[in-house]
């Protein structure tokens, strides 16, 4: 479980996050629906300690994770899988040796193990045609699985997420989408997933919360929120119905 | 008028800045690099990268800044009958000078554009943030096999380029120039020291910790996409060939 209470940050003298409360319930997807541009990867990237706060707490398994210091942080971070938006993968290292990466880092395994653990990996995320490729060979989608399979390398408990769909067609979108809800049913784990794909949100989650003006404007399930009325969901509802409004393509 | 004050504060203020930043790379790198466990194999991967790979440059640059520099000074020595001393003067300014800055400002060149391209492009791509989020601390994985590799190789890469120097020396002066040979070496092994190999040593040791901390901040810090990471790769190597020379002018005024 993740708690955040009252999380502050500015860049530059921007407040990007004006006081963020937000629980993150164990073994389900949340996610996080916000803009672009509204802070959603700041937030993100501050539940694994990349960022620090200027002010607030962030309770990981109860403890908090902005008093940590680096080697306290580092032990926790193992416990955690992170999908970057691009997938981040090293591009000097093949597919498989990017999987085995964290593997190398944190255990003793031999060698043997390891490449079990990868193909197994890669199978989940029906990547395993490719593990001799280099993430420079791949599509947008297959980075986004194979991203997914080093996530998963060291069993974390908390998988981050950050716009999985993001710059995919709606069929890769939308194969990525039940990929992450098998693969959470599978696992049991705790994901949290940064959007601002309404459709991927209602989809996936089990507990969804707006992040809109630095805060936290509603949180709740997937039906309570989307009938809440809030004028940025309406905006987006109007656009999944109706396609974008003229206005707004030019703005 | 206004405008020119403001432009020149701005830059006062990115040095400055850039000289901060830079002092604390330097002091984040120094605690990591005795943080256990050593990473044998990523020392040695850039030690090959930089140092290794870099051979052929340092052996061509090294050999015309011999050759170049017996040309220069055997027209001037010869004015007054010195040719015999073309070989000391080539000798010591290749160990003492030309060998450590020039290697330095190939490796630079070379490999230095090459560090602050790549963990640029890492740093655009969240390649250093996956790192991080992996619980791998970057500035272990990344700056330091890099800073040690660097610190390490300018100097062997001197001694190569000190040796073919001094032999593209003998090369124009002996044979193309018709010096004595006799004199020429005796001349180099009187006036030359092992005390300028070494103090040259030194400085190419000090030049190559300070070109890979100045492109390893540059590529580390930055910010801005494609444009970021080609505007960092050109201002690591002109800031390093800058900081390369003032330290040089330091180091000398105090070794020597």
Not at chain 1, 99 to 106: D, I, Q, T
Not at chain 1, 197 to 221: F, H, V, W
Not at chain 1, 232 to 244: H, N, Q, S, T, V
Request: glycine letters at 10%; charged letters at 20%; one cysteine or more.
């Amino acid at each position: 479980m993740i708690e955040i209470r009252d999380l502050h940050k500015s860049f530059g003298g921007q407040e990007v996050l004006k006081g963020v409360n937000l629980v993150i319930p164990q073994g389900q997807i949340t996610v996080i629906l916000g803009r672009s541009g509204a802070g959603k990867s700041v937030l993100l990237k501050h539940m694994i300690g990349l960022f620090r706060p200027d002010r607030g707490e962030i309770l990981v398994m109860g403890k908090d994770i902005t008093r940590m210091g680096e080697r306290e942080l580092m032990e926790l971070r193992k416990r955690f899988g992170m999908l970057f938006q691009e997938g981040a993968l090293f591009d000097s290292l093949t597919v498989a040796e990017n999987v085995a990466f964290p593997l190398r880092e944190h255990t003793d395994l031999p060698e043997k193990e390891v490449q079990e653990v990868v193909i197994r990996r890669l199978e989940e995320v029906g990547l395993a045609e490719a593990a001799d490729k280099m993430p420079s060979e791949l599509s947008g989608g297959m980075k986004k699985r194979a991203a997914l399979a080093r996530a998963l390398a060291l069993d974390p408990d908390i998988v981050l997420f950050d716009e999985p769909t993001t710059g995919l067609d709606p069929v890769v979108a939308g194969t990525i989408e039940e990929l992450i809800i098998e693969t959470q049913r599978h696992l049991g784990k705790t994901f949290v997933v940064i959007t601002h794909d309404l459709k991927t949100a209602l989809r996936i989650s089990q507990k969804m919360a707006l992040l809109e003006g630095g805060r936290i404007a509603i949180e709740g399930r997937p039906e309570e929120v989307l009938h809440s009325g809030h004028p940025l969901l309406e905006a987006f509802l109007k656009r999944e119905r109706y396609g974008a409004p003229r206005e707004e393509v030019k703005g | 008028m206004l405008g020119a004050v403001a432009s020149l504060g701005a830059w006062v203020i990115k040095q400055v800045k850039d000289l901060g930043g830079m002092a604390l790379l330097c002091l984040r790198t120094l605690r990591w690099t005795f943080h256990l466990p050593f990473r044998p194999d990523l020392l040695l991967e850039q030690m090959e990268r930089i140092g290794v790979r870099s051979t052929p440059v340092i052996f061509m640059t090294g050999a015309f800044t011999g050759m170049v520099f017996a040309l220069e000074t055997c027209y001037a020595l010869r004015k007054f009958g010195a040719e015999t001393m073309v070989g000391v003067t080539v000798a010591l300014g290749m160990t003492r000078e030309l060998g450590p800055v020039f290697t330095s400002i190939m490796i630079t060149a070379r490999a230095g554009s090459a560090m602050a391209a790549e963990l640029g492009t890492m740093r655009i791509t969240e390649q250093i943030d996956a790192l991080a989020a992996m619980a791998v601390n970057p500035i272990k994985y990344l700056i330091v096999p890099r800073l040690l590799a660097t610190t390490l190789m300018v100097p062997l890469l001197t001694i190569v380029s000190d040796f073919v120097g001094i032999v593209g020396g003998y090369f124009v002066g002996v044979i193309l120039l018709r010096i004595n040979p006799g004199a020429f070496v005796a001349n180099i092994e009187k006036y030359t020291g092992l005390d300028d190999i070494y103090y040259g040593l030194i400085k190419a040791a000090v030049f190559g910790f300070l070109l890979a901390l100045v492109c390893c901040y540059k590529g580390y810090n930055v910010r801005g996409g494609a444009e970021g990471v080609g505007r960092a790769t050109t201002e690591s190597v002109v800031m390093s060939a800058v900081v390369i020379l003032m330290a040089d002018y330091i180091l000398t005024s105090l070794l020597f």
